[in-house]
């Protein structure tokens, strides 16, 4: 088999090549046409230009200036949205909604700092400090293009390794778009003053989809009919506000392999005074945390996997500065499996001495909190069934004022994509 490296300009974009949110262009359309190859789904990446503006009048930002973007993230940010299609029967094969929130706890668990400060910092700007980050790529002023990044992009069908057919009577191509976030809810004021920055924003140029595709040596290298098989993320927000939280979700999954959840105050959302990637805990509303006390996990009401009410550390001493690690251990496991345990995850970002009153500015790339059960910690890939019964999760909370708290939700389990000459189904 030989190996073509294919480059594909988006098929969305006006002549002038540049795109931004601001400026009425929220969606990135990249088709990988019908064509009888297979792509190598790990080999996707996105290459283009990113360039930050402080005000309408295209001024850029300065050190003096206080515009920061997420440092769990730096350009990743910008991607609201993730969504995979069938170019043959327009069926969604993927759909990754919240997609900045979902990576702003999955790449700090399965990246360590040292990994930032490499290869995160050289192919999407990323560096474990709030301070360089802002120094680095939004103050970027060396060139006119500002700065350049290629990534990849996690998600289940595209991390999952396998060989996915575009040929006619299979998928028929593959369509990627992406949704771009909103400008205040990529870029933040550091000191919670807005003043002089109402109008930032951030604009993209020379965007570009770089894939491998291989050339089969003779027809029977090129199924027609077949399966692929992998990890996908679906996600779920909801909103708390009181001291006995309880939130149900029909997750609609039969092989579920585990669920992590991060938060924030709802007011930091889409808010240029606030990190809206900030990844705290419960907050009230003086910026003070609110204790995560108890935490019980449920399957269509009855307690599960454990049978117990899990009982952190701050319930028993009301003055630790350390979260649980039996918190950190769940999370860490219903992300990766307990399999990697590189993570950038550490007493110093998880911790009980940050506030949220301004946005919550934290060494070593800024709170991480997450809580996590997992349902697979072996690497089966079977899981929980959770397609006909809820998912549960009760908290008992330091919450004393009346202070929403935004929840992301985000499912890991184990889908299949079945595809013949008649069509493709999904199983979930």
Same mark, same amino acid.
């Given at each position: 088999?030989?190996?073509?490296?294919?480059?594909?300009?988006?098929?969305?974009?006006?002549?002038?090549?540049?795109?931004?949110?601001?400026?009425?262009?929220?969606?990135?359309?990249?088709?990988?046409?019908?064509?009888?190859?297979?792509?190598?789904?790990?080999?996707?990446?996105?290459?283009?230009?990113?360039?930050?503006?402080?005000?309408?009048?295209?001024?850029?930002?300065?050190?003096?200036?206080?515009?920061?973007?997420?440092?769990?993230?730096?350009?990743?940010?910008?991607?609201?949205?993730?969504?995979?299609?069938?170019?043959?029967?327009?069926?969604?094969?993927?759909?990754?909604?919240?997609?900045?929130?979902?990576?702003?706890?999955?790449?700090?668990?399965?990246?360590?700092?040292?990994?930032?400060?490499?290869?995160?910092?050289?192919?999407?700007?990323?560096?474990?400090?709030?301070?360089?980050?802002?120094?680095?790529?939004?103050?970027?002023?060396?060139?006119?293009?500002?700065?350049?990044?290629?990534?990849?992009?996690?998600?289940?069908?595209?991390?999952?390794?396998?060989?996915?057919?575009?040929?006619?009577?299979?998928?028929?191509?593959?369509?990627?778009?992406?949704?771009?976030?909103?400008?205040?809810?990529?870029?933040?004021?550091?000191?919670?003053?807005t003043a002089g920055l109402t109008d930032a924003y951030y604009e993209l140029s020379n965007l570009r989809l770089h894939c491998e595709l291989i050339v089969p040596q003779s027809a029977a290298d090129l199924p027609a009919q077949g399966q692929l098989t992998y990890n996908a993320i679906t996600s779920y927000f909801n909103v708390i506000?009181?001291?006995?939280?309880?939130?149900?979700?029909?997750?609609?999954?039969?092989?579920?392999?585990?669920?992590?959840?991060?938060?924030?105050?709802?007011?930091?959302?889409?808010?240029?005074?606030?990190?809206?990637?900030?990844?705290?805990?419960?907050? +009230?509303?003086?910026? =003070? *945390?609110?204790?995560?006390?108890?935490?019980?996990? &449920?399957?269509? /009401? %009855?307690?599960? !996997?454990?049978?117990?009410?899990?009982?952190?550390?701050?319930?028993?001493?009301?003055?630790?500065?350390?979260?649980?690690?039996?918190?950190?251990?769940?999370?860490?496991?219903?992300?990766?499996?307990? +399999?990697?345990?590189? =993570? *950038?995850?550490?007493?110093?970002?998880?911790?009980? &001495?940050?506030? /949220? %009153?301004?946005? !919550?500015?934290?060494?070593?790339?800024?709170?991480?909190?997450?809580?996590?059960?997992?349902?697979?910690?072996?690497?089966?890939?079977?899981?929980?069934?959770?397609?006909?019964?809820?998912?549960?999760?009760?908290?008992?909370?330091?919450?004393?004022?009346?202070?929403?708290?935004?929840?992301?939700?985000?499912?890991?389990?184990?889908?299949?994509?079945?595809?013949?000459?008649?069509?493709?189904?999904?199983?979930?």
């Open positions: 088999m030989s190996i073509i490296y294919n480059e594909i300009q988006p098929s969305n974009i006006n002549s002038t090549q540049k795109v931004s949110y601001k400026q009425g262009n929220p969606i990135v359309n990249f088709l990988i046409g019908t064509q009888p190859h297979l792509l190598d789904a790990g080999s996707v990446r996105v290459s283009g230009d990113i360039t930050f503006y402080k005000d309408s009048l295209k001024t850029k930002p300065t050190t003096g200036d206080q515009l920061g973007i997420d440092e769990k993230l730096a350009i990743y940010s910008i991607f609201e949205k993730v969504t995979i299609t069938s170019q043959r029967s327009r069926q969604v094969i993927e759909s990754v909604n919240h997609y900045g929130r979902f990576l702003s706890t999955y790449l700090p668990q399965i990246n360590s700092k040292a990994d930032k400060f490499t290869h995160g910092n050289v192919l999407g700007g990323a560096l474990p400090n709030y301070e360089t980050t802002k120094r680095e790529l939004v103050d970027f002023p060396a060139t006119e293009h500002g700065s350049r990044f290629c990534m990849n992009l996690p998600t289940g069908f595209l991390s999952s390794g396998n060989m996915i057919p575009l040929s006619s009577d299979s998928l028929g191509g593959v369509e990627i778009s992406l949704n771009l976030a909103p400008d205040s809810q990529v870029l933040y004021a550091q000191n919670g003053s506000n009181s001291a006995n939280a309880v939130v149900n979700f029909n997750l609609g999954t039969s092989r579920t392999l585990g669920v992590f959840m991060n938060m924030c105050p709802s007011k930091y959302l889409n808010n240029l005074a606030y990190n809206s990637f900030a990844t705290t805990t419960p907050l +009230n509303s003086d910026g =003070s *945390q609110a204790p995560i006390n108890s935490i019980i996990i &449920t399957k269509a /009401g %009855a307690r599960m !996997p454990f049978a117990f009410n899990l009982d952190t550390n701050v319930k028993d001493s009301t003055k630790t500065n350390v979260v649980d690690p039996q918190i950190i251990t769940f999370a860490r496991d219903s992300i990766g499996g307990g +399999n990697n345990l590189r =993570s *950038q995850v550490s007493p110093i970002n998880t911790n009980r &001495t940050y506030t /949220g %009153a301004l946005p !919550p500015l934290t060494a070593d790339g800024g709170p991480m909190e997450c809580i996590g059960v997992p349902f697979d910690t072996v690497g089966t890939g079977i899981g929980e069934d959770f397609s006909n019964v809820p998912f549960g999760i009760q908290m008992e909370l330091g919450l004393t004022s009346d202070s929403p708290n935004a929840l992301f939700l985000f499912v890991h389990s184990r889908q299949t994509l079945l595809f013949n000459a008649q069509g493709i189904q999904l199983i979930m």
